[in-house]
């Protein structure tokens, strides 16, 4: 499944995540830097749907993603925003992994 290898490559490792560990898949990142990037390329288009600082998206009832799997998934899907927004723009593996830590860290807290 494309998706899936997609996902694999997506983020590091970091082994306590339960499932996600079992699936493979290992979450860590560079917070920082996710923060500059999600600054950068994902504030804006949250700001502008749902106003404030944009985080309302995180923190709304009911959220969307409610496990880490769902967070990883949906980051797959952002790309797609991200694409709309500036075909020129691209994230790869890495710098989504450091967004999630980031929005991991400060919204979800998942791990
Ligand atoms: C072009 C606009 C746009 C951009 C760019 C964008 N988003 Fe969003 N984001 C949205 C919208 C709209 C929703 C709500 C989607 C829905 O409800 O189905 C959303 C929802 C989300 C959710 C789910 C929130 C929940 O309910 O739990 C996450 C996570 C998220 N965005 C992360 C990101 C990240 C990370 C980036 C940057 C890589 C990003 N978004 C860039 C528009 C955008």
Same mark, same amino acid.
């Given at each position: ?14 082994? %306590?995540? $339960? ?5 493979? @898949? ?8 996710? #923060?500059? &990037? ?11 749907? %749902?106003? $404030? ?5 995180? @923190? ?8 880490? #799997?769902? &967070? ?40």
């Amino acid at each position: 499944m494309l998706i899936r290898k997609k996902l694999t490559f997506l983020v590091f490792l970091m082994p %306590f995540v $339960g499932n996600v560990a079992a699936s493979g @898949l290992h979450l860590s990142g560079d917070i920082a830097a996710g #923060q500059r &990037l999600h600054q950068a390329r994902c504030s804006g288009c949250h700001v502008q749907q %749902f106003g $404030g600082d944009g985080s309302g998206v995180y @923190l709304r009832t009911p959220r969307r993603v409610t496990n880490v #799997q769902e &967070l990883v998934a949906f980051a797959n899907r952002l790309q797609h925003f991200n694409r709309k927004m500036d075909p020129n723009l691209q994230l790869d593996e890495i710098q989504m992994g450091n967004i999630i830590a980031y929005i991991n860290k400060y919204y979800y807290h998942f791990y």
